[in-house]
């Protein structure tokens, strides 16, 4: 793999990419038509995710880790300027000198980077502003994916999947963070209607699920988009093991808060107990106990929380503390990915419109494999063997935080269908829960 | 006096505004358009001066000292609403229930605030709601300014003045707050036109103003508005002094730095030099140094910085370093209240429409002694013999603040003139440097 | 005031420490055998203090603010060392190079100074280094003091005896400190047998002594030593007012602990409702409440508390909250001196042995003027009308703490008589309560 | 497994040690006099190794993650105390009753825990109760030894193997955290003699050692002692790989040093690089440039750094940053062990005497695999398959730190012999610098 990195151009951003356009080039041939199309079709949902908000709704920063709904707009835009626009159209002009650096993520090999926490302190631009932005990025794009010489296409195409999934992830941070927007403010406004919310339902009984050890193969392997941080494709052994059929209830998490559990150090790891009592820690985020029964903040403001549905908003250190105290434990990357490699992608994600968990359904087990809520693993987000990210700006993309993170998979109710796979690895610290995370049991066999 | 306080009923919320409405009452007889009328001045003075804004810039909190200019605009709507038209304004309808609680500045008595460094993060309510709040709030003050009963007018006419030199106070922290949110942005925006500016022009030489030693009388007596801190007036001895004819300027700040004032701990108290060297002070606050000449951020935007303008944006630290580096001091309230009483209210204040400092000009000395900048003095923020805070929420207003913070006189260039009066006490922390504070020496005779 | 200081030769450390050798010189002529005498005495009496420690107990720092035992030890001797040896011994050698470094407190001018924090994390030089340290600086003294030169002797006299007090004043903070390592640790230890510990017993009831108003003079007028914050002596004019007869017992303050008033704003300043809040303070430093009765550590380990007896270790917060809670008010610096000026230095100070603050008795009143514990003024720390700190190192021993600090005065339990007068200013930050810190009650009139 | 661990008694602490403890009860069959000789031969060392101190030595907490030499010493008997003497010991007297408090280090099921930062403010008891301490509770373990029951000898034979392998860990971290202690200290006091420093040599020059890919087992099964986390043995599927033949140097690290390596954020981790900057990161924990030429804080005070000699003191972060921009990567902990299984314990252990990393020399590769410095793995210390901690508060031994932190593997210099094994897991995370912590250049084939 190392040395098949080597030989590609530098450029190229990840090898599944280049796979995925290759395969899109000789499909599609000379239809970029269809590039532009996906294109118009990922920038524009972005637009309409944002439709609810008012003006002063764009600018808001509630803590450190989330972004003002404005910034994602403009830096979603900002990718494409900086990855494509700068370095492929000639004589394309910058909208705006400085935002080169106001909406800079964390790309060191791009320049200096306007201090994170301070996203929500940036009246200017203005939301208007950000919108011709784009407007004048997908314009410029536009004239490119036509006008591109042939023997770039390849890795301009490559580099507009790589935006667009990008982009799809800015999608459903924006929710997440638009969502914790609301939760700090004691009006509690709502994205919107709560005749919206998911009707209270019924859940399945929990079952497990076998799965016998031996040597498996996880890892993408050249079939469509992939970040890099999912090749090389590669062997693990598995000892034999067991998943839960369904996600953890609301219910059955409130029977460990009920029990005592936030109390109980013999259940929590070290790290985790300090943090949930410095933080004071007694429910999962969003949570709140008014006359006697749980509400939680949800995308339609506050709302009764429904024991069937999934938990959600609670950091591994819960979900691992939940795990020992229900005698099991969460599952490793590799064993969920071996179980999730058989099923199709479908569940409870952004098309569903549900924007919150629901409770499981009959169906294929083990159900909501996709969907409801990111699933908290136990594996540390390390890289696999013989990975190495790509030189350059787009090898910042992934590489740089493996450590201290823990791998999250499967998607939630905002991810785009497009967006997610079984070898997809999302990642957080262990202490974060504004992410919509949550978790499915696992035990030795 | 403490017995004088004792008599009063319970309501009136300072003194010295007790004696003005009765005054004022007296001299408009009945004539309540006139209270009226002044009310619909300083609140539509509230608004024009928002104007330039973006509804984006409403929002913004660029740090823990600073309110949004949305928060301004409420919370003096709050305070009317809360001090006048809930006490007195039977069957007056709230506009929001939770208003309360958003736009309580600090009156405990009142009930929980929402905590200060959260200002930044409300969306909601919407600039046209906090609009339309005020809105509410005028209608209601209007049909109570006209309709209260006699025996309440006294009271009431009285809290609408404090109400309204709330305001006013409000007004130049929105302009204060407002240059700190636009020097965080790298965009560095403009509050109004650049060509707005005052001209760089010349200043007079410095002299020395002598007075002589003995007991003089400083504080408020009986004529027009004042806060309560200003009473009661009363005797001090003071010895011989002298000051200076005129503010200190940026030129001869520059020279204090360019003798590396900023590196000698023997000007500095020992406060002041740690505080320095923690965050790396070298200049003023908004001072940056480009290709060897120094600029500094202003309501219009990065300019030059004139020599023979008044240094601002100094924290008493550094003026009190300045001072003993000059071989001089600060002056006292005391002196300093002496010298303005012989003197007209006049000078650079809003009115001027410099919204900057500007050089001094020919004129009765000591000169600049109202407007251009807060002049912090060398007198810690302490109550006057006799004084005791008004019982009840307006007690809070000013008295509780009398502890580690320092007496600043006369006004700036944002301060209305119908504000500020010899015997005027503002008063902010010795390291705070964002208000528009300068200073003027000082010497024994 | 400043022509005055430009005749004296620049080495003087203070006004009155000049006149009082000059004094001491033409009494004593030529008898340096007198100074020795009073040195040795002094510096004896700090190795006496700690003559009930284990080795471990001279190394620990329980907080910043406290200092290790064996750093009290050592930087008295470089307080000699740098002040009268360097400068005065030709020849002398230097105990250890490094030591100008690790045992300047604060002395900016003499060079850098080993971060206070870290003091207690020296475990070497060992306690038996310091004490050689010591004998080598007392070794040199006596030399010094014996052949130095007759035209330098009036300075040295003068910087030894600033020496001596400078000495003293680190025999109360290290009982101070020693109080506060003893009770971080829950074994807490004593410093001497309970057995020594006043009986408990009656108190005598609060009278109020008035005070007519008018210009009195206050601060240091030739007779003696005093530091140089206490000049120049100087005019005030004080309105009419009242001391409380005696200092606010144990037993009137659990009244106000008992009647809420850690819990209610309306009494406290607003900085220190923040304090009290953050650092959830409920009753004085040191107080804990066992099976229903407040116990609190002394010297003598954990004793239960007299009510009779003063309170101790508040904060000036503290100290104003009970004061606005009775309705009254704490004494200004001058009104508190003006007092004590007429009456003779003695109390419960040092000399008693009671190492304890102690129930008033039958007396001259106002009692308790002098000892038991520092009375926490209203007034804050700040210079004199005419004051200028010396030039050099021996000029930051005061001025340069003039900011954010309050006065105390009076002395306390720990203080040596013989270092206690009515015009001596103690200061410390509003919210330190680890200092030997009560207060009186104080009225206008 | 799970099951295995079902059937033990509840008291057995960890599988390893039942194994182990078994067989040395076959193999000396009654001879509990081998088990107290071991007994007394480790506790001996402890008090050994404290010779060369100070009093005032043991009292010292140079930062919360080190502990003062004085509570190692009875936190070590503490262990023996609540593991052994209270549950087996029938009559036993406790030394002291607050020692339960004072001394646990973070056994929540044994109760609360004196704060960990506040380790070194505890004066008492002192230096000699603490001896004291420690031969109450060797005489009464040695009269446990020889009187306890027949049926509970397994158990107690296993808890006092437990016991000795937990006072050998302190014994290292006793060096570990002594040499903090000095560094800190401006006076760089030696532990020992600078002669006893091991004399500047050669290195061999590094090679690659390969490994083929494959299923390979790891872990302890069943002979001699082995920590919990060391189990189950397991099968992991490794790529091919290659190892550097011995420890990276010096003399390489400042190479990377040299190439700016510490202002390269591309060959940084994200949290690494934000870590560094923050602490100013220029070079190794302790090391210091004089006049050009770097010099490091060691056992024997400041030496020049020897470029031969293995690098140590580095952070996780800093052995990956050295690895990505020398092109390779560290080793995984199954790489690491898989090569060390098949060597011999042996190396530059606490034996020789180096007290110090000395230069590879020639030997069967891969060289350094023990001794010398811990090396860092990229494996994030987490359960092995099948790892359930033990219940009680025994169980907190390893299983709750796996969270945060990386495996390190190998021993040091300060390591006993007896200690380490090819399969001991170590483990810090991965900003920590004060252990004796370095790195070995893996790769892929």
Same mark, same amino acid.
């Given at each position: 793999?190392?040395?098949?990195?080597?030989?590609?151009?530098?450029?190229?951003?990840?090898?599944?990419? =280049?796979?995925?356009? *290759? &395969?899109?080039?000789?499909?599609?041939?000379?239809? =970029?038509?269809?590039?532009?199309?996906?294109?118009?079709?990922?920038? &524009?949902?972005?637009?309409?995710?944002?439709?609810?908000?008012?003006?002063?709704?764009?600018?808001?920063?509630?803590?450190?880790?989330?972004?003002? !709904?404005?910034?994602?707009?403009?830096?979603?835009?900002?990718?494409? +300027?900086?990855?494509?626009?700068?370095?492929? /159209?000639?004589?394309?002009?910058?909208?705006?000198?400085?935002?080169?650096?106001?909406?800079?993520?964390?790309?060191?090999? %791009?320049?200096?980077?306007?201090?994170?926490?301070?996203?929500?302190?940036?009246?200017?631009?203005?939301?208007?502003?950000?919108?011709?932005?784009?407007?004048?990025?997908?314009?410029?794009?536009?004239?490119?994916?036509?006008?591109?010489?042939?023997?770039?296409?390849?890795?301009?195409?490559?580099?507009?999947?790589?935006?667009?999934?990008?982009?799809?992830?800015?999608?459903?941070? @924006?929710?997440?963070?638009?969502?914790? %927007?609301?939760?700090?403010?004691?009006?509690?406004?709502?994205?919107?209607?709560?005749?919206?919310? !998911?009707?209270?339902?019924?859940?399945?009984?929990?079952?497990?699920? $076998?799965?016998?050890?031996?040597?498996?193969?996880?890892?993408?392997?050249?079939?469509? /988009?992939?970040?890099?941080?999912?090749?090389?494709?590669?062997?693990?052994?598995?000892?034999?093991?067991?998943?839960?059929?369904?996600? %953890? *209830?609301?219910?059955?998490?409130? +029977?460990?808060?009920?029990?005592?559990?936030?109390?109980?150090?013999?259940?929590?790891?070290?790290?985790?107990?300090?943090?949930?009592?410095?933080?004071?820690?007694?429910?999962?985020?969003?949570?709140?106990? &008014?006359?006697?029964?749980?509400?939680?903040?949800?995308?339609?403001?506050?709302?009764?929380?429904?024991?069937?549905?999934? %938990?959600?908003?609670?950091?591994?250190?819960?979900?691992?503390?939940?795990?020992?105290?229900?005698?099991?434990?969460?599952?490793?990357?590799?064993?969920?990915? =071996?179980?999730?490699?058989?099923? $199709?992608?479908?569940?409870?994600?952004?098309?569903?419109?549900?924007?919150?968990?629901?409770?499981?359904?009959?169906?294929?087990?083990?159900?909501?494999? @996709?969907?409801?809520?990111?699933?908290?693993?136990?594996?540390?987000?390390?890289?696999?063997?013989?990975?190495?990210?790509?030189?350059?700006?787009?090898?910042?993309?992934?590489?740089?935080?493996?450590?201290?993170?823990?791998?999250?998979?499967?998607?939630? @109710?905002?991810?785009? *269908?497009?967006?997610?796979?079984?070898?997809?690895?999302? @990642?957080?610290?262990?202490?974060?829960?504004?992410?919509?995370?949550?978790?499915?049991?696992?035990?030795?066999?």
């Amino acid at each position: 793999m190392a040395a098949g990195v080597a030989e590609k151009p530098a450029m190229t951003p990840f090898p599944g990419s =280049r796979q995925n356009t *290759t &395969q899109v080039r000789q499909k599609t041939s000379h239809a =970029r038509d269809a590039v532009l199309s996906q294109y118009g079709v990922v920038r &524009q949902e972005s637009e309409s995710l944002c439709r609810p908000l008012a003006t002063e709704d764009y600018c808001i920063q509630s803590m450190p880790d989330v972004s003002p !709904p404005k910034w994602h707009l403009a830096h979603t835009s900002w990718f494409f +300027e900086t990855f494509l626009l700068i370095p492929f /159209f000639s004589g394309y002009q910058r909208f705006h000198p400085q935002f080169e650096y106001l909406f800079n993520s964390y790309y060191e090999a %791009v320049g200096a980077q306007f201090p994170r926490p301070q996203r929500g302190m940036l009246s200017r631009p203005t939301v208007e502003e950000v919108y011709r932005y784009r407007a004048h990025v997908d314009a410029a794009m536009a004239e490119l994916i036509h006008s591109a010489d042939e023997e770039q296409w390849e890795e301009i195409a490559g580099r507009v999947t790589l935006g667009l999934h990008h982009e799809q992830q800015h999608q459903e941070l @924006f929710l997440t963070d638009l969502k914790h %927007v609301f939760s700090v403010n004691p009006l509690r406004p709502a994205y919107r209607e709560p005749s919206a919310m !998911p009707r209270q339902g019924r859940s399945v009984p929990l079952e497990w699920i $076998d799965y016998p050890g031996g040597v498996v193969q996880i890892g993408h392997h050249g079939e469509g /988009f992939a970040y890099d941080n999912e090749s090389p494709r590669h062997r693990v052994y598995l000892q034999p093991y067991a998943l839960g059929s369904r996600l %953890v *209830t609301n219910g059955e998490y409130l +029977e460990f808060m009920e029990a005592g559990g936030y109390g109980q150090p013999e259940f929590w790891l070290s790290d985790g107990w300090r943090t949930a009592r410095e933080r004071r820690w007694e429910a999962p985020l969003y949570w709140e106990k &008014q006359d006697g029964r749980w509400r939680h903040m949800t995308l339609s403001g506050m709302q009764p929380v429904d024991e069937h549905a999934p %938990v959600c908003h609670v950091s591994f250190y819960e979900a691992h503390a939940y795990a020992c105290w229900a005698g099991k434990r969460l599952a490793t990357e590799a064993e969920w990915e =071996r179980a999730a490699a058989e099923q $199709d992608v479908a569940g409870n994600l952004r098309e569903s419109g549900a924007l919150h968990p629901v409770p499981a359904d009959m169906g294929t087990v083990p159900l909501q494999m @996709f969907g409801d809520v990111w699933e908290w693993t136990q594996s540390a987000y390390a890289p696999y063997p013989g990975y190495r990210a790509t030189p350059g700006a787009l090898g910042e993309y992934n590489g740089k935080f493996m450590a201290n993170q823990m791998v999250l998979r499967g998607g939630s @109710f905002a991810t785009p *269908t497009a967006h997610i796979r079984a070898t997809y690895r999302n @990642f957080f610290y262990p202490r974060d829960r504004w992410q919509f995370s949550g978790f499915r049991l696992a035990d030795d066999r």
